[in-house]
């Protein structure tokens, strides 16, 4: 039996072993993972310590390595499990001045388990109280951190590969016999025609045309460098190639002769062919640029103005003196070829035309297919999306009020609630307020109408005999007992009694007796005015000793939902569509959340960049002024700055892949009006208070059909009012019979659910070809009634 520590190679392991730990509420149980069936366990206890050592059926590993664990909180200081192979130990040591238990042992075919009893017992919850009066840090226990899983890298999808073989250009396939040579700093030329007439070849050197003398000193021309090779038994063609690898110069096989030189492979006396295509997706400067990378060289047309102005400008000039300001324009039209000097299409020559689309390449037959294929790879139809955006505004309201309102008349007094406010009048007219004396009015009363008391009455009247006076002459003779000047006379309640009659003063006179007891006599009296200002008691018109109640609950609730479902088909090409200086009827990303936008004849059409896509619904209204003063004088001119009240829309598609994935970034915003401010003086109408509710996400990876929902756009208004009398108001259920309450609760969401689906360009492309009207309506629709 091996010892401990002792590990076996690695081919012979077959598991590995992990130590863990169980907390229990009155136990702490070590859990040794991978001992497999049958583990065998020797155990020791020297001092206050534990010691064990275990040994396992199969030889195994430590899946971590040794470990060391520390629970202070539960009275173990160390945890220590190491070994290898067959043989493990492991060791617990206690907290100074704790006993540590033997544990109990089991096995679960698979783990082998010690159950230690709680040196400390624990708490199943902690809870730390804070002493403002000795400020200071809380005690908090440690322990060792879970380890973290092993870093997981992000999922990988399919990836579509476009694989072409090619040959190697530079290669001369030549055969000949095997070669055995050995060059020391002999000339590159030599060395390469002494080859080729030992495989039977012709050779020639291709030079490129004569530079400027190089100046004394210069190192030597690289086409010249000398070359030193050894040779045993190679074979033919691999001598040939690695000389010429060697001297850096370029071969190729044109029949039976052999060209070298720096530009060779551009040379050639051979048949060429040339092709002209027409690119269907991909733009011919962009495909023309990916061959130069590849080795092709391409030539293109460019023309360079020049402008010289010389002279006086207008603004320097001397008033009414001749302008000597002249401009003179040169333009220098120059072809310019360009291309990698390495690559598999060296040899290839390519031109574009940007008016048809099309690319031409000249060159050798095998170049020009390789290109060809190229160019197939590249002009592939860019995806397209179909972007469903569904804006939510969802505005729940829930109001509720109760109300209670009565009033209550006993003599000339009268108490009002009025919604939960104390109203009181005490006496037949209500006390002046300040406007009584700002504003004092002239009341013009009219004596002819008007009896006087001329016997019987006195000067005053109690409350109680004055209100019984009252009742009767109203009801009998329409008239009433007011005081004026010190004195009582019997007035009508309107203007159609005429107390000037006998019967009717006859009738006045009994009710004044008969109410008041003692014989009352009246007499007519002529008109007078008087001036001066009271307000009556409005108590005086409802009935004594009565009680009136009114009480109103209400609870309104409503839900609104404002949606806007627009579909954007948008496509993965970020492609400039024009420069960043000119402005579109869609406007610039801050034109967008701005809400602006001006139209005329000459704005142009579409967005600046080819995938992105902007939706507008709504109203333009007047959000600010920008004002001139000119300086002569005269009327200020108000420029008016514009806003859209609505929903603005804004997105934009920044990769599809090929794994059906979609990358898009959305700017929703949606704003009402909902307050006024006047404008400037001279500026007309008022300017409108925008509430703006908007979101401007980052870059968003949703698949081909399904759904993302964004949230959180929320404004929450809740309101509550109470109105109620002192005291009476706070009493239980009585005291809702003196307050009015209201709750006014407004919550807003503004939800945005976007469905991304990928056009598919293949699958039914055909079916709008060819297309027969079924009825008569849309062969009509369509134009041509023999459709």
């Known amino acids: 039996m091996p010892s401990a520590g002792t590990i076996p190679p ?42 064990g050592q275990l040994f396992t059926a199969e030889p195994a590993a430590l899946m971590v390595g040794p470990q060391r664990l520390s629970l202070p909180e539960v009275g173990f200081q160390a945890i220590n499990f190491d070994g290898g192979g067959t043989s493990f130990s492991i060791s617990v040591t206690p907290m100074p001045g704790v006993t540590l238990g033997r544990p109990v042992v089991s096995a679960d075919g698979r783990s082998l388990i010690l159950s230690f009893p709680s040196p400390v017992p624990q708490a199943s919850l902690q ?61 590159a030329r030599d060395a390469l025609m002494a080859l ?34 050894a040779f045993r038994g190679e074979s033919y063609a691999r001598a040939l190639n690695t000389t010429l690898l060697a001297a850096g110069l370029q071969g190729k096989l044109e029949g039976n002769m052999i060209l070298a030189g720096p530009n060779a492979l551009s040379k050639s006396f051979g048949a060429q062919v040339s092709k002209v295509y027409r690119l269907n997706q991909v733009g011919p400067n962009a495909a023309a640029d990916y061959l130069a990378n590849l080795g092709a060289t391409v030539t293109k047309t460019n023309t360079v103005t020049t402008s010289v102005t010389q002279g006086v400008t207008q603004a320097d000039a001397i008033s009414s003196a001749p302008n000597a300001q002249t401009t003179q324009a040169s333009s220098i039209t120059t072809v310019e070829a ?55 505004d969802v505005n729940l309201e829930n109001e509720a009020s109760i109300d209670n309102s009565f009033a209550f008349r ?21 006390p002046p307020g300040q406007a009584d004396f700002a504003q004092a009015e002239t009341v013009t009363r009219n004596s002819s109408n008007s009896l006087a ?112 479902s627009p579909t954007l088909i948008l496509q993965e090409n970020p492609s400039l569509l024009r420069e960043g200086n000119e402005m579109s009827s869609g406007t610039n990303s801050d034109e967008v959340r701005q809400g602006i936008r001006e139209f005329g004849v000459d704005s142009p059409i579409g967005r600046r960049r080819a995938n992105e896509g902007v939706v507008r619904v709504g109203t333009n209204v007047v959000t600010s002024y920008e004002t001139e003063t000119p300086a002569q004088g ?91 009398w002192p005291i009476l108001g706070d009493i239980p259920l009585i005291g809702q019979f003196f307050r009015s309450t209201g709750n ?44």
């Open 196 to 229: 080729a007439s030992l495989g039977g070849y012709g050779f020639a050197y291709v030079d490129e045309p004569s530079v400027a003398a190089a100046p004394a000193g210069a190192p030597p021309n690289q086409n010249n460098r000398p070359l030193s090779i």
């Open 410 to 430: 006993f003599g000339n007094n009268f108490i009002v609630n009025d919604n939960g406010q104390l109203l009181g009048a005490f006496g037949r007219f209500l």
């Open 453 to 564: 008391i001329t016997r019987g009455l006195g000067r005053t009247l109690t409350n109680s005999q004055l209100r019984d006076v009252n009742r009767a002459l109203s009801s009998e003779t329409g008239s009433r007992l007011v005081e004026q000047d010190g004195q009582f006379i019997v007035e009508p309640i309107n203007n159609s009694t005429n107390l000037s009659s006998d019967s009717l003063q006859r009738n006045v006179n009994r009710v004044l007796s008969r109410t008041l007891g003692r014989n009352v006599e009246t007499s007519t009296i002529s008109s007078s005015t008087f001036t001066g200002t009271r307000r009556i008691n409005p108590g005086t018109n409802y009935p004594a000793d009565t009680f009136f109640d009114f009480v109103r609950a209400q609870i309104v609730s409503g839900s609104t939902k404002l949606l806007a």
């Open 10 to 51: 690695a081919e012979e392991l077959t598991g590995a072993v992990q130590l863990k730990v169980r907390r229990l509420p009155d136990t702490v149980e070590l859990v040794i993972e991978g001992t497999g069936i049958s583990p065998q366990l020797q155990q020791n206890s020297d001092g206050p310590g534990w010691q």
């Open 338 to 392: 360009f291309g990698a000097t390495t690559g598999p299409l060296i040899g290839l020559r390519a031109t574009t035309d940007t008016r048809l689309g099309t690319i031409t390449m000249v060159g050798d037959p095998s170049v020009v297919a390789i290109g060809e294929q190229y160019l197939r790879q590249l002009d592939l139809r860019q995806r397209q999306v179909a972007l469903n955006v569904r804006i939510l």
């Open 634 to 724: 005269g009327n200020v001119v108000c420029t008016p700055g514009l806003a859209t009240a609505g929903l603005v829309l804004g997105a934009r598609v920044e990769k599809i892949d090929d794994n059906g994935f979609i990358t898009f970034v959305l700017s929703p915003s949606v704003s009402a009006v909902t307050d006024r401010e006047p404008a400037p003086a001279g500026c007309g109408s008022d300017l409108n208070i925008l509430s703006i509710r908007s979101l401007d996400t980052g870059a968003l990876r949703v698949r081909d059909g399904q759904t993302l929902i964004l949230t959180g756009v929320i404004s929450d208004f809740d309101r509550s009012v109470v109105s109620k």
């Open 744 to 787: 006014q609760k407004e919550k807003r969401e503004l939800v945005i659910m976007v469905t991304p689906r990928i056009i598919n360009d293949e699958t039914g492309g055909t079916f709008g070809y060819g297309y027969q009207p079924g009825t008569r309506q849309g062969r009509e629709f369509l134009g041509n009634g023999d459709f």
């Open 127 to 187: 809870v730390n109280s804070f002493n403002l009066a000795s400020p200071g840090a809380v005690p908090l226990p440690t322990y060792a951190p879970p380890l973290q899983p092993r870093a997981v890298a992000p999922p990988l999808g399919d990836m579509a590969v476009g694989t072409m073989t090619l040959r190697n250009p530079g290669f001369v396939n030549v055969s000949g016999p095997p070669v055995t040579m050995t060059l020391k700093n002999a000339p």
